[in-house]
């Protein structure tokens, strides 16, 4: 099974905006229009597209300091991201937030997350939110293979398998936690676990595991959409382990001295826009002047978003605080 006929392009529209969104993002970075740390999600976009794409708009989802592929996959507003990213007043956090800390509730997004490992805990708290209410939503708990190290990690798979909570772990290993290895393969020297997968983890707490190809969009969607529908249903949580690659330093200027010889280009070789071209030209439901369309559609969007940014206001420094600290402590407190 694939992604339905009617819904190809789209994924390939999501994976282009997110592709073109972390280019734009780097440049700016690099002029110093956009502030603080970004840690950007270029060539992982299949996993992103491919789980959101099965998700309701009441849906949840919890994101990382790689958050951006996951916003823009849930439907967020991309001049709002890009105005964050700059520090404006139109941004999502009102352009204090930055690009860690990017939240649309609206659409269900419970907030990108410096803290690795914090979305764990949100996304049970979402989970019995949706079993308490009986409202069938979901939430979707992105994070990394490097994450799942933390306590947190083990306490909330725990607590989702016992209770079974509607909660669809999405792992995205990518090799890397910064520069520790995860995988256990002879190439790697001290990796960070002594298991196979990562979703052998999930076995430990009685939960359902799959391993995809997380390049392959159309095998992510796929899974992804069993691993929903089954905790929709309310059978429990769902364990999904995502293999693909960062292209990027883990940050944007951070050192890049660890990775094997020639494991980037062999990931650029699997391309995951790449390989969702060839699929879509294959079964013959794009030729090569419809993409360039589609693509050149997503670049358009993502310099709209930037000058939308550019031409926003910075926060009034008056207002540096406001929205900072709750308001609901009292005076004297
Ligand atoms: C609680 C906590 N510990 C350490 C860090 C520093 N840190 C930032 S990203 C990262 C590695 C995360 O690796 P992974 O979960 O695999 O995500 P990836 O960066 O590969 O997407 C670490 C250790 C942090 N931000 N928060
Ligand atoms: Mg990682």
């Known amino acids: 099974m694939a992604i339905p006929k009617e819904r190809a392009l789209e994924a390939y529209k999501t994976m282009q905006k997110i592709r073109n ?38 849906d949840y989802i919890t994101s990382t300091h790689r958050g951006h592929g996951h916003i823009i996959a849930k439907g967020a507003d991309l001049n709002r991201m890009m105005a964050e990213l700059c520090g404006r007043e139109t941004g999502y956090c009102h352009g204090k937030g930055g690009s860690m800390h990017i939240t649309d509730t609206e659409i269900g997004v419970l907030g990108a997350n410096g803290i690795v490992g914090g979305g764990f805990t949100l996304a049970c708290g979402a989970g019995i939110t949706a079993q308490m209410k009986q409202n069938g939503a979901v939430c979707v708990c992105f994070f990394g293979d490097g994450s799942t190290g933390t306590g947190t990690f083990h306490e909330a798979m725990n607590l989702a398998s016992v209770w079974k909570l509607p909660v669809v772990f999405v792992c995205e290993n990518n090799g ?104 879509l030209k294959f079964m013959k439901l794009a030729d090569d002047d419809q993409l360039k369309a589609i693509a050149k559609e997503a670049r358009n969007e993502v310099k709209a978003a930037l000058k939308f940014a550019e031409e926003s ?19 004297g407190r």
């Not at 970075?29 to 959101?52: K, P, R, W």
């Not at 890397?176 to 298991?195: L, V």
């Not at 076995?203 to 899974?223: C, I, P, S, T």
């Not at 940050?251 to 969702?276: M, Q, S």
Request: aromatic letters at 12%.
């Open 313 to 331: 206001p910075f926060p009034a420094p008056e207002t540096a605080v406001q929205d900072v600290y709750t308001d609901i402590v009292e005076e």
């Open 176 to 279: 890397y936690g910064i520069s520790t290895a995860c995988r256990r393969d002879s190439s790697y020297t001290n990796p960070s676990m002594n298991c196979k997968t990562v979703a052998d983890r999930a076995l430990a707490y009685g939960m359902k595991a799959m391993v995809v190809d997380g390049n392959n969009v159309n095998e992510v969607y796929d899974r992804a959409k069993e691993a929903i529908a089954y905790a929709r249903e309310g059978n429990g949580p769902v364990f999904l382990e995502c293999n693909t690659y960062r292209w990027d330093t883990h940050f944007v200027g951070d050192t890049d001295n660890y990775r094997l010889p020639d494991e980037l280009a062999v990931w650029k070789e699997k391309c995951p826009i790449k390989l969702h071209e060839t699929y």
């Open 21 to 58: 969104f972390e280019k734009q993002a780097s440049r700016s970075f690099s002029e110093g229009v956009v502030q603080g740390f970004i840690h950007l999600y270029t060539g992982e976009e299949a996993v992103a597209t491919g789980v959101c794409m099965n998700l309701e708009k009441t």
